[in-house]
């Protein structure tokens, strides 16, 4: 069994899931990010939900970690979220997942430099 390359922390501010990813991912532990993202999500039943990530300490993935993150994104596109917020350092980091995660391209999301304005940008969704 492989073991989990990557760390991910999850939270919760009324109706906005953070995601904070750190290091560089492996299917195994982008798989894992995924399975608590979705736990999270189905806690609010119904109700509808914004997502913020954080890849501000992200190094990027194997390429199968785009499939999975690709996969997740249509499985996102059948829930109720309402926006999305990227927050990313790394151009590259960012044109890499804007190719490879075509889900995302239906998404109601924005890119961000900072935390701050992408808490704002979601705040007005």
């Known amino acids: 069994m492989a073991v ?10 009324g ?3 953070t995601v904070k ?4 991912f492996n299917v195994e532990g982008i798989t894992k990010t995924i399975e608590q993202l979705k736990f999270f999500i189905e806690g609010f039943g119904q ?3 914004k997502l913020l990530f954080d890849y501000t300490e992200t190094e990027g993935g194997t390429p199968d970690v785009f499939d999975k993150i ?4 249509i499985w996102l596109n ?15 980091l960012f044109k890499i997942l804007e190719s490879r995660t075509p889900a995302r391209h239906s998404q109601n999301e924005q890119s961000f430099d900072d935390i701050a304005s992408a808490i704002n940008w979601l705040a007005t969704q």
């Open 4 to 13: 989990a390359h990557g760390q991910s922390s999850i939270s919760v501010d």
């Open 15 to 17: 109706d906005i899931i």
């Open 21 to 24: 990813a750190v290091g560089a």
């Open 47 to 49: 109700k509808e939900f």
């Open 70 to 73: 690709n996969e997740c994104n």
């Open 78 to 92: 059948s829930q109720n979220m309402v926006a999305k917020a990227v927050v990313v350092h790394s151009e590259i």
